[in-house]
């Protein structure tokens, strides 16, 4: 019986190699981890000491290779230009603050009835609730109000976008080598 080897080329080590060793994405100093494009229509929050002082919340109407025109949360319309940026974040979407509501909810409920006596305000042939049911009863009212309330409360969640974003891409090809693309975008 014949066994067919076939010769494992230099060319297909050293591609295997450059695509499992090197980095398939660069990115520039100022680029983040989560590279999220800007759009117009995304929801951005830029700050650009140059222009304004502050940090400004809005939707980008408008982009071009010199400024990005931001339709700012009390509507009023605002040219950025980009030289005048030094932080850029974009909205990956909105979030409810159930959790965080029930934790300040439980922690509020069981401070104010860690204060209230057991007694305050019961007759006299009525049984008390101790010191530690009444904390419990703060506790867990305090949380289902705060998780109710936390609920109702949506907020964005922010990443940091590259201010001048440089993608580079290496792959193999078919056959020989590897193709490398270069992106360089605002």
């Known amino acids: 019986m014949r066994t ?18 090197l980095p398939t994405q660069a990115r520039s100093e100022g ?11 995304s929801r951005i929050r830029v700050t650009a000491p140059t222009a304004f002082q502050g940090r400004v919340e809005g939707t980008v109407m408008e982009m ?7 339709s700012t949360d ?10 005048a940026v030094t932080q850029l ?3 990956t979407g909105r979030h409810r603050n159930a959790g965080k509501g029930l934790l300040i909810g439980a922690a509020s409920g069981t401070a104010l ?5 057991p007694c305050a305000g019961s007759e006299a042939e009525q049984p008390c609730p101790t010191k530690a049911q009444m904390v419990g009863i703060g506790a867990v009212g ?14 964005d969640r922010w990443t940091s976008a590259p201010l001048a974003p440089t993608r580079l891409s290496l792959a193999p090809t078919r056959g020989r080598g590897v193709k490398a693309s270069l992106t360089v975008a605002w």
């Open 4 to 21: 067919n080897r076939r010769q494992f080329r230099p060319q297909v080590a050293g591609a295997l190699l450059t695509w499992l060793v």
């Open 31 to 41: 680029g983040s981890n989560t590279e999220t494009p800007v759009v117009v229509g």
């Open 64 to 70: 071009d290779a010199s400024s990005v025109l931001v």
């Open 74 to 83: 009390d509507h009023q319309p605002l040219r950025v230009p980009q030289k």
């Open 89 to 91: 974040e974009v909205s």
């Open 113 to 117: 009835f860690a204060l209230i006596p």
């Open 142 to 155: 305090g949380a289902a109000w705060g998780a109710l309330i936390g609920a109702l409360i949506k907020s």
